[in-house]
């Protein structure tokens, strides 16, 4: 979690323009408006705000900052601290809502390699920094916003990372001990699998924390919810406390019961993905400056308030309130993300830098392990992203169930490690996929006939097409709770590449699942305490590939592999449209969530072991609840010891 002088620090605010006049507020600034303002957002229980210096005005000319535009900071900083809220002000703001804006004197200069613009970027940030270190309002620096779209280019990573160093320091050389970030979105190629030339790896030693941007167009609801929990997964690469710095939607693209419920998704399974920090987007509506820029040619730019442009609530700040009142009664800063068996694996094809290989292959991975991980919590499994860059065991010394999913790469030493894991008692889980271009296309694989006991029959350079529009899986053996004659059915999607199985040869593996053809479809081979499980089709792909898809039946055979390798959770729900996760207190307790990812009002039943209690935060025993349409619950997981004290006390 993100500290400050040792304490927690847990944000949850909105970045902040006033509604008299955006980006350009400073110019008309109304500090009575402004005080409005923040303390409807206190009012709600939110603490803080994004704040930005809008650098064409703050900065006329390169050795200048603007005087008057300095003392209406300074006002906006005293009207937080009035309110007991503090703000994270924004230094480099040249691109805002669907515009880039410079300054008249950069004349085209590159923001990262030309040494003046930098050192009046590293003079401008400093000397604010100088003028504010020391307002207690002051609770944070960002030096940017979403420069990759500023930028434009796409620099090199070195000369980025340059850059980041530099201004970075102009912060603490201007006495700024407060935590920093960059204000790049987190869309370096570790998140999004396209380098952009920012790294947080790179970045890693040089910022506090990292803070994802998160605005998704999707196909599949349940992804759709999800995504921002994803993001803050990869950006956690870092070893930094991850704050959803920003996200949010336009009012002009949904209901006010789906802005509702969007941001109450976003809110709670982004906590549960270990996001520390959320910094919504933003606090009003600006239906007053509808002939400004960017508001002009961008419209839907003038909705993305959590109040209108009267300053009324609108629901995503009721959802804002209600997850703050939520966070304070469960003392948040004081839990920890529940231990797991279950590992992910992140192919390094995701973060690129291996030679003769296509732009493709890091966002093909990406679209595999988003499916994987929505399949593990409708199987109620909260993997952890275990990237190979970084070696495939945990710290503590491995983990029970290792998956794969839908891979075409992955390095040879892996492949190795992987057989490993099986021999020292994991289950590791891999799915073919023959990737979704024609460039070598096949799978990467080494000692495939070791690890599974088959030899492939593929033909080269062809693949071998599913033709069926669904895929049915026969299981012929048990697999956890699936049992012989069970059936599992999966869509088929994806270009011609994509849509492809893996034929193979079984040896001296055990065929588990067939398809609709008799043909091998799950092999499994042990491996002394262990076992490799092989999936001849990419079902992970063939979803990730499919609209409107998900629950699909690949989180029926996640949960049976986290029985067969005993990494099955504590407590479920049989349903996969209940999505379940806990939060450990240090006290020992744990805190359980159940998310809906259903549209309307659901019974939830609850499985828990033996000796064990469930209980509502108020104190009463539950077994079933119900769940209104994409709706949340809390509850207290207790053993039967502390069961009978409470009955007893």
């Known amino acids: 979690m993100l500290e400050r002088d040792g304490a927690p620090l847990l944000w949850l605010g909105v970045n902040f323009w006033s509604r008299t006049g955006g980006p350009l507020m400073w110019r008309s600034y109304d500090g009575v408006v402004v005080r409005e303002e923040l303390t409807t957002l206190r009012d709600h229980r939110l603490n803080m705000t994004r704040s930005f210096f809008y650098w064409p005005d703050f900065m006329p000319e390169p050795d200048r900052v603007e005087e008057v535009l300095v003392e209406r900071f300074a006002d906006f900083l005293d009207a937080h601290r009035e309110l007991g809220l503090t703000t994270v002000p924004t230094f480099v703001v040249g691109h805002m809502s669907g515009e880039n804006w410079d300054p008249s004197w950069r004349d085209g200069r590159d923001l990262y390699g030309d040494v003046w613009l930098v050192a009046r970027q590293a003079w401008f940030i400093r000397t604010m920094t100088e003028r504010f270190a020391a307002h207690p309002a002051v609770s944070g620096w960002l030096i940017s916003n979403e420069m990759p779209i500023y930028g434009r280019r796409k620099p090199p990573t070195e000369t980025v990372t340059s850059w980041a160093e530099l201004v970075v320091q102009a912060v603490r050389a201007g006495g700024g001990t407060q935590p920093t970030s960059l204000g790049d979105g987190a869309w370096g190629v570790e998140v999004t699998g396209r380098p952009n030339g920012f790294s947080l790896r790179e970045t890693r030693d040089l910022v506090d924390f990292v803070g994802p941007h998160v605005y998704p167009m999707g196909t599949d609801r349940v992804r759709q919810h999800l995504r921002a929990a994803f993001v803050c997964e990869l950006a956690a690469v870092s070893g930094r406390p991850v704050v959803l710095e920003e996200f949010g939607l336009s009012s002009d693209f949904v209901s006010p019961e789906g802005s509702a419920s969007y941001y109450r998704q976003v809110l709670h399974t982004s906590l549960l993905a270990g996001a520390t920090g959320w910094v919504a987007w933003n606090n009003t509506d600006y239906d007053a400056l509808a002939d400004q ?11 993305f308030g959590v109040t209108d ?9 009721l959802e804002l309130a209600a997850f703050g009142e939520l966070l304070e009664r469960v003392e948040v800063g004081r839990c920890t993300r529940q231990p797991t068996q279950v590992a992910l694996v992140v192919s390094s ?3 690129g830098g291996i030679p003769f290989t296509t732009k493709d292959d890091g966002p093909f991975v990406l679209d595999a392990l988003e499916q994987a991980r929505v399949a593990a919590r409708e199987a109620d499994l909260p993997p952890a992203f275990v990237r190979e860059r970084d070696g495939l065991d945990s710290l503590d010394g491995g983990y029970r169930l290792y998956l794969v999913p839908s891979v075409k790469q992955l390095t040879a030493p892996s492949w190795l490690r992987l ?3 099986a021999r020292s008692g994991a289950t590791v889980w891999v799915s073919y996929a023959a990737g979704r271009t024609k460039s070598q296309r096949g799978p990467w694989w080494t000692h495939t006939t070791s690890l599974f006991g088959v030899r492939n029959a593929l033909t080269y350079g062809l693949v071998d097409r599913i033709e069926d529009d669904e895929v049915e899986l026969r299981f012929v053996a048990s697999l956890g709770d699936l049992a012989p004659g069970d059936v599992l059915r999966f869509r088929s999607a994806g270009n011609a590449h994509l849509r492809a199985f893996l034929p193979v040869e079984v040896l001296d593996g055990e065929v588990v699942a067939v398809d609709a053809h008799g043909r091998p479809a799950i092999i499994r081979k042990a491996h002394g305490a262990g076992q490799a499980v092989l999936s001849t089709y990419p079902l992970e792909h063939l979803a990730a590939a499919g609209r409107e898809v998900n629950p699909e039946p690949t989180w029926r055979i996640y949960r049976a592999l986290a029985q067969d390798s005993g990494a099955a959770p504590a407590v479920t729900v049989d349903d996969p449209r209940v999505l379940v996760d806990a939060l450990v207190h240090e006290d020992g307790g744990r ?18 072991p033996d000796g064990t209690i469930l209980r509502t935060l108020d104190g009463e025993p539950v077994s079933s609840l119900t769940l209104p349409a994409y709706g949340v619950a809390v509850l207290r997981h207790c053993d039967a010891a502390l069961r009978t004290t409470e009955e007893t006390s």
């Open 293 to 303: 820029d960017p508001y002009r040619h961008h419209p839907f730019e003038m909705h």
């Open 309 to 317: 442009a009267d300053g009324a609530p609108k629901p995503p700040l």
């Open 349 to 351: 094809f995701l973060e």
């Open 419 to 421: 057989e490993e894991l």
């Open 591 to 608: 805190l359980v969530w159940l998310v809906s990812e259903h549209g309307v009002e659901v019974e939830a039943r609850v499985r828990i």
